[in-house]
Every structure is written in C-alpha cells, then in structure tokens.
C-alpha cells in the first residue's frame, strides 16, 4: 500500500498539532502564571527536594524523573526555585494532555474540553502543579491510563505502546505505582505483544536497550538493598497503619468532599478539594458508573479509586493526588450523562439544546472562576499561606 505523501499528511494532521500546541502553552500559563509572587520561596517539602543529588540516585533513585528535570533547568536558568517547581509544571500539563485523550476517547470531544477546564482551573490542581513536591508524580498514572485506553481502542497503536512503556517505566519510580503498571501491562498484554511482532531486529535491540538503561538505576538499587522494594511497593510500615487504615480512609474522603484537615501548603483553612459542583458531577458520574457497570472502563475507574483510597489511607509514601484524579474523570461522565438526559428530554428542539449547552458551560465556567479566584486571590493573602513561605526565605 503506497504511503500518502508529506504535504498530504500535514494537511490533514495541522489543526490537531495547532490545538495541542495552543492548549499545553494555555496550561503551561496558568501554571506559571505569577508563580514567583504567589510562591516567593521554599516550603520545608520543596527543600526536602532540592536536598538530593544524582550522586545518590542509585541508592534511591525513586522519583527519577523529577531530579533529572530539576537538576537539567537549574543548569540552564541557574535559577533553584524555578528548578525545584518546573518539573510539577511539566509533570501537570503532561497529565492534562493524558487526562484529555482519556475523554475524548471514553466521551466526546465537547466533553473532554469541559472536563478539563475543571481540573486546569480547579484550585485543588494549581496547588499540586505548581508546587515543587514529590505530589505532582501522581498525576503521571494518567498519562499511562492514556496510552493503554488508546491502545485497547486500536489507535495510534505504534505511539500508544512507545507511550504505555516510556510512562510505565517512569511510574516504576514513584512509590506504589508498580501496583498500577504491572496490571495495566497485563491488560493490554496482547497488543503491546503484537506491535513488538511487528518490529525490525534493530528496532527490537533499541527499544531494549532503551528499557534496560531507564531501569538500571532501579535495578542497581534492588541489588544494593532487597529490602528497598518496600519503598517502591508502598508496602505500609507496620502493623498500625494497616489497624488506622479505616480511619485514614475516611479523613481521606472528608478532605476530598467535606473538611479538609487544615494544612494552608495545600489550600484555605479547611475547605475541601473538590467543589460543591465538582462533587456533584463526581455523583452523577458514580450513577453512570453503576448504570454501565458492564463497560471495561468504568470497572478500571473503580479499581482505580478503590486502590487510591487504600495505599493513600496505609502508606505515608502514597500520595492522595492518585485518588483525586480519577475523580474528575468521574465528573466528566456526570457532565456526559447529564448532557445526555438533556438532550434525550429535547431530541430535536435546537433552542432547548443550546440552552442546556449553554447551562453547563456557565457552570463550568463559574466553578473555574471559583477556582482561580481561590488560588490566585484568596489563598496567597492567608495568613497562614504567608507564614509558611515567609518563615522558610533564605
């Protein structure tokens, strides 16, 4: 079959490159936006962070990536704030990018805009995008769940399976993703099995080659100190944290949808993450979820949330951010089904039906404005938001 040529591929293939462009610049401004004024200086997390070195990245080499990425721009800018923050910047507007493919494929284009625009402008995600912790890591899962949903749909098979080993890799280095990875390559075992088939020799050795050197440092580890796969597993420390798992779990859903346990490095006294709409789309998302119980994406969102809520709730190495991210997918399947309702009350009444387009696009964009003004306006004038910056100035 002859190949179509250059110019014709271009043609056809420039609106989506303009709009990916246009969106990961629109991101990466909102996460940068006056970020040295908001966040003036160190928090004692960040310093945690910028502690490390390479030199001992064999020893403990978990969260690879992120030390990489900071140590490569503060050679460049020579500047430590931007060095340590970046790579959650990076990190954040990855996720949108994964978050995005995942709707669109499980929904509808329409869908996936709205249902970004709440994560982006969420005040929940500006925190963790912006701040220079180990956080932001757990937003990557998304980018993986991406890859293998494309992959398990038949699209792009060649970038989806590079995608599904290049994010899987990375996520090996991050605490408790190996219980993330491991089943999602299963999953989609046969695919990834097919498309290596379809591979030259030399593409074979390469590719191998690449896997072999981005799990070296990993592996070098695992031989130094067996032992150091409990970090990796997020394996709970004793005994206890398994008795206080239930406790943990609940305060965990309470600092998602109720009262948050007051921590101002992470948002206003004790509001909690989500929103009042938010939480509702999350609900009408969970009927849909129950409604189509049979569908093999909305088991994975279960299994999702329902490990999330254990590692979070056992392990002090887990972050809660791999909870809350499946949560807007299951706001963007609210949106879906709401939409769906609507238009099922008005099948061909055009007026009606751009009323209620027009409804949920007022809310979407009040709870964004909610967002922004929480993050932007509210918090950084806290007392207790200055405290914590103004204590840690060099």
């Not at 050795?205 to 050197?213: A, F, K, R």
């Not at 922004?372 to 405290?387: K, L």
Request: proline share 5%; charged share 10%.
């Amino acid at each position: 079959m002859k190949k179509p040529p250059f110019s014709s591929i271009i043609a056809e293939a420039w609106q989506p490159i303009l709009l990916t462009i246009t969106g990961i610049l629109g991101v990466g401004f909102v996460l940068l936006y006056r970020m040295a004024e908001i966040l003036p200086s160190f928090v004692q997390e960040e310093f945690v962070i910028l502690s490390r070195s390479l030199n001992g990245v064999l020893s403990d080499p978990l969260f690879l990536h992120q030390q990489i990425i900071q140590k490569l721009t503060f050679l460049v800018t020579n500047n430590e704030l931007l060095s340590v923050r970046l790579p959650s910047v990076i990190v954040a507007i990855t996720a949108v990018f994964g978050f995005y493919l995942v709707i669109s494929l499980w929904f509808t284009r329409r869908i996936a805009i709205f249902t970004s625009f709440l994560l982006i402008f969420s005040s929940w995600f500006l925190h963790i995008g912006r701040l220079g912790t180990t956080d932001a890591a757990y937003l990557l899962p998304m980018c993986c769940l991406a890859a293998a949903a494309w992959l398990h749909a038949r699209r792009k098979v060649a970038v989806s399976s590079l995608g599904l080993i290049v994010f899987g890799m990375t996520l090996l280095y991050i605490p408790g993703m190996i219980w993330f990875v491991v089943p999602i390559l299963i999953w989609q075992r046969k695919i990834v099995l097919q498309t290596l088939r379809k591979l030259h020799r030399w593409q074979i050795i390469v590719l191998s080659s690449l896997i072999i050197v981005g799990l070296l440092p990993l592996i070098i580890a695992l031989g130094r100190n067996p032992m150091y796969i409990l970090r990796v597993a997020a394996v709970p420390d004793n005994i206890a944290a398994l008795q206080a798992a239930p406790n943990a779990a609940l305060q965990t859903v309470s600092d998602i949808f109720l009262r948050r346990t007051e921590n101002p490095l992470y948002g206003i006294a004790k509001l909690p993450h989500l929103s009042i709409l938010l939480t509702t789309m999350v609900s009408l998302g969970l009927f849909a979820v129950v409604y189509n119980r049979r569908l093999d994406r909305f088991k994975l969102l279960i299994v999702l949330l329902a490990s999330g809520l254990f590692f979070s709730s056992v392990s002090s190495e887990f972050s809660e951010v791999f909870l809350i991210t499946p949560l807007f997918l299951l706001a963007g399947g609210g949106i879906a089904l709401l939409l769906q309702q609507w238009f099922t009350v008005f099948p061909k009444n055009p007026f009606a039906r751009s009323i209620g387009i027009v409804l949920v696009v007022s809310a979407i964009a009040m709870n964004s404005l909610l967002g922004a003004t929480r993050y932007f306006i509210a918090w950084p004038h806290t007392p207790d938001t200055a405290e914590i910056f103004t204590s840690n100035e060099n």
